[in-house]
T-cell receptor, first 115, second 115 residues
Framework: NAGVMQNPRHLVRRRGQEARLRCSPM?????VYWYRQLPEEGLKFMVY????????ESGMPKERFSAEFPKEGPSILRIQQVVRGDSAAYFC?????????????FGPGTRLLVL | AQSVTQLDSQVPVFEEAPVELRCNYS??????LFWYVQYPNQGLQLLLK??????LVKGINGFEAEFNKSQTSFHLRKPSVHISDTAEYFC?????????????FGKGTKLSVIP
């Protein structure tokens, strides 16, 4: 059973470009979470999605950031017009359908560097 | 709102010595508690979790943690560390109610095992 997959593992963008980060959850998992890890910081929750629905985006910056989890295909975290402050590691996690006592399984992360 | 404090940012320890990584949390609701380990340039791997029941929780790789509600602590311990335990360790908390899914992480503790 493959784990959570994220690609690319490393992404370099210049200021003003767009960054697209992809996450494929574990097989059978329909809940996806995105977290951001800034240098020397712990992970911070960004958004929680189920298939075709954004459940909670309270941790997402109001501008330039968006997320989706379509019926088919991976979840996408999109950052438009990137700035240097967006440089961070972005982790995706997934969990199964059970609501309580969920364990979130993390992917290897995408490390975004904005030049 | 919840918060997690990991009191030590770095812990050096000699191989085969015991180690304790400290974690304190604050929350106005009942919580679930987690320890994750992150090896360099990798994602987070769940070490152990406390959901309910016995306050002493055993995890993978010989680690254990004890939930102390009165002290709001969830310290991680291992009686004898190995070189391969060198990694960053994150304590995390989530609410235990329905719909509580956000993990709140501490800033991490870097464990360095010295040969």
């Amino acid at each position: 059973n493959a784990g959570v997959m994220q690609n690319p593992r490393h992404l370099v963008r210049r200021r003003g470009q767009e960054a697209r980060l992809r996450c494929s959850p574990m097989k059978g998992h329909s809940h996806v979470y995105w977290y951001r890890q800034l240098p020397e910081e712990g992970l911070k929750f960004m958004v929680y999605l189920q298939k075709e629905n954004i459940i909670d985006e309270s941790g997402m910056p109001k501008e330039r950031f968006s997320a989706e989890f379509p019926k088919e295909g991976p979840s996408i975290l999109r950052i438009q017009q990137v700035v240097r402050g967006d440089s961070a590691a972005y982790f995706c996690a997934s969990s199964p359908r059970t609501v309580k006592k969920e364990t979130q399984y993390f992917g290897p992360g995408t490390r975004l560097l904005v030049l | 709102a919840q918060s997690v404090t990991q009191l030590d940012s770095q812990v050096p320890v000699f191989e085969e010595a015991p180690v304790e990584l400290r974690c304190n949390y604050s929350s106005s609701v009942s919580v679930y508690l987690f320890w994750y380990v992150q090896y360099p340039n990798q994602g987070l791997q769940l070490l152990l979790k406390y959901l309910s029941g016995s306050t002493l929780v055993k995890g993978i790789n010989g680690f254990e943690a004890e939930f102390n509600k009165s002290q709001t602590s969830f310290h991680l311990r291992k009686p004898s560390v190995h070189i391969s335990d060198t990694a960053e360790y994150f304590c995390a908390v989530s609410g235990s109610g329905a719909g509580s899914y956000q993990l709140t992480f501490g800033k991490g503790t870097k464990l360095s095992v010295i040969p």
